[in-house]
């Protein structure tokens, strides 16, 4: 099976602007969470969506976003970009239905904020 | 708050030897707890898991050790090896509605292994 894929791998932006990353889950996997790694932070969870619904969402602002779609595939999407948000954004796909599935990641979109 | 923590930044062990990873936690209500590796700039990649219901999994060269009196997981690696020179992750999850899908992670642990 193919594995978490997530594009864009690489993305610059500026202050202010809007972003939107994306991520494809393991083939028939409903379960989509995102994390953000920042070096002073670790991994931090944003939120996780299964059955396009969100079930559960992190301590981020709401300048921060998600979506799932019917084919399982989710987008996260900020805002009025800050020099904060400079992190690499991870996305992990899961077959669960409760908290004890074995999360799979991609290899992260770096996004970078000048 | 930090519910899961990784006290040791960093640990360097001889090739052939054994790595031990510990991991703290404070919430009595995880109940399944799993260890990632990473590499930089890609993704971390599941390792090895353990339910609360347990206190040791293993799976080739990996072993992981769950004493819940001590609140306390550790990842034994042996015999250890150079491509095992990664960041390891200790993450922990909680089987309730409202904390599905949402792992909790430590600080991460920098393995080198010396040849």
């Known amino acids: 099976k193919a594995g978490v894929t997530q594009t864009p791998r690489y993305l610059i932006k500026t202050r202010g602007q809007q972003v939107t990353l994306s991520c494809s889950p393991i083939?028939?996997?409903?379960?989509v969470s995102w994390y953000q790694q920042t070096p002073g932070q670790g991994l931090q969870f944003l939120f996780e969506y299964f059955s396009e619904t969100q079930r559960n969402k992190g301590n981020f602002p709401g300048r921060f976003s998600g979506r799932q779609f019917s084919n399982s595939r989710s987008e996260m999407n900020v805002s009025t970009l800050e020099l904060g948000d400079s992190a690499l954004y991870l996305c992990?796909?899961?077959?669960?239905?409760?908290?004890?599935?074995?999360?799979?990641f991609g290899p992260g979109t770096r996004l970078t904020v000048l | 708050d930090q519910q899961v923590k990784q006290n040791s930044p960093s640990l360097s062990v001889q090739e052939g030897r054994i790595s031990i990873l510990n991991c703290d936690y404070t919430?009595?209500?995880?109940?399944?707890f799993l260890w990632y590796k990473k590499y930089p700039a890609e993704g971390p990649t599941f390792l090895i898991s353990i339910s609360s219901i347990k206190d040791k999994n293993e799976d080739g060269r990996f072993t992981v050790f769950l004493n819940k009196s001590a609140k306390h997981l550790s990842l034994h690696i042996v015999p250890s090896q150079p491509g095992d020179s990664a960041v390891y992750f200790c993450?922990?999850?909680?089987?309730?509605?409202?904390?599905?899908?949402?792992?909790?992670f430590g600080q991460g642990t920098t393995l080198q292994v010396k040849p």
């Open positions: 919430n009595s209500m995880f109940d399944y």
């Open positions: 993450a922990a999850s909680m089987v309730t509605a409202s904390n599905t899908g949402k792992l909790i």
């Open positions: 083939s028939g996997h409903r379960s």
């Open positions: 992990a796909s899961s077959l669960m239905v409760s908290g004890t599935g074995t999360q799979y």
